[in-house]
């Protein structure tokens, strides 16, 4: 079964500190793994996604995310945070069976907040 | 290129009341997906299907039914609505590919309150 935990549903950082929003995942075969961010009210729109090979994935909005095996985890990173960065930000694993569809199962969300 | 697009953006039932949700993407994606957003309970996934004709039950499909009768569209019913449906929607939709690191595409989500 496919699974992601996302630590902390609420972070705040200060404008110009790191952000580091962490997510682990459960996966029985080799993992596909996302990080979407939601503005408010709106839709889901992809940050960035991991492929087999590079283990550090740049994303759009200088985030980027490194996929660690040995620890089963996907944190997303950003050195700088911008006001313009609060947001809701789901990690995501899909499913690697494909007879299933496809199927993304979801994180529950972090909310960052951004401190002037 | 509208990518995907939910209909209507905001609804308010009364309880047993009944309605549709249409869900149409242009990317002449195989797999659609129907989800609702709760607080602190993330995206669930309620429906889904893999290609024209065909849909399956996701981890939440109690009370919620649906059809893809065309390729594009995805239609998600509410036949007698509850309180307990109050949620936002979204539907996504991906392509079928042999490369699974393949991102699914979002609407703007559709806000249901039922009272």
């Known amino acids: 079964a496919q699974s992601v935990t996302q630590l902390g549903s609420h972070v705040s950082v200060s404008e110009g500190a790191l952000v580091l929003l962490r997510c682990n995942y459960s996966s029985s075969v080799p993992p596909y793994l996302f990080w979407y961010v939601q503005y408010p009210n709106q839709g889901l729109q992809l940050l960035l996604k991991?492929?087999?090979?590079?283990?550090l994935v740049k994303g759009i909005n200088g985030f980027e995310a490194e996929f660690k095996k040995s620890e089963t985890s996907f944190h997303l990173t950003k050195p700088s945070a911008h006001m313009s960065d609060a947001a809701e930000y789901f990690c995501a694993v899909k499913s690697a069976h494909r007879g299933t569809g496809n199927q993304f199962y979801f994180g529950t969300g972090t909310s960052l907040t951004v401190i002037p | 290129n509208a990518g995907v697009t939910q209909t209507p953006k905001f609804r308010v039932l009364k309880t047993g009341q009944s309605m549709t949700l249409l869900c149409a993407q242009d990317?002449?994606?195989?797999?659609m997906y129907w989800y609702r957003q709760d607080p602190g309970m993330g995206l669930r996934l309620i429906h889904y299907?893999?290609?024209?004709?065909?849909?399956a039950k996701g981890e939440v499909p109690d009370g919620y039914n649906v059809s893809r009768l065309k390729k594009q569209n995805f239609l998600l019913g509410l036949e007698s609505a509850a309180p307990s449906q109050t949620s936002v929607y979204f539907c996504?939709?991906?392509?079928?590919?042999?490369?699974?690191?393949?991102?699914?595409?979002f609407g703007q989500g559709t806000r249901l309150t039922v009272v």
């Open positions: 299907s893999v290609g024209e004709g065909t849909t």
């Open positions: 991991y492929t087999t090979g590079a283990t």
């Open positions: 996504a939709s991906s392509y079928r590919t042999d490369l699974m690191n393949t991102e699914a595409f």
């Open positions: 990317m002449n994606h195989e797999y």
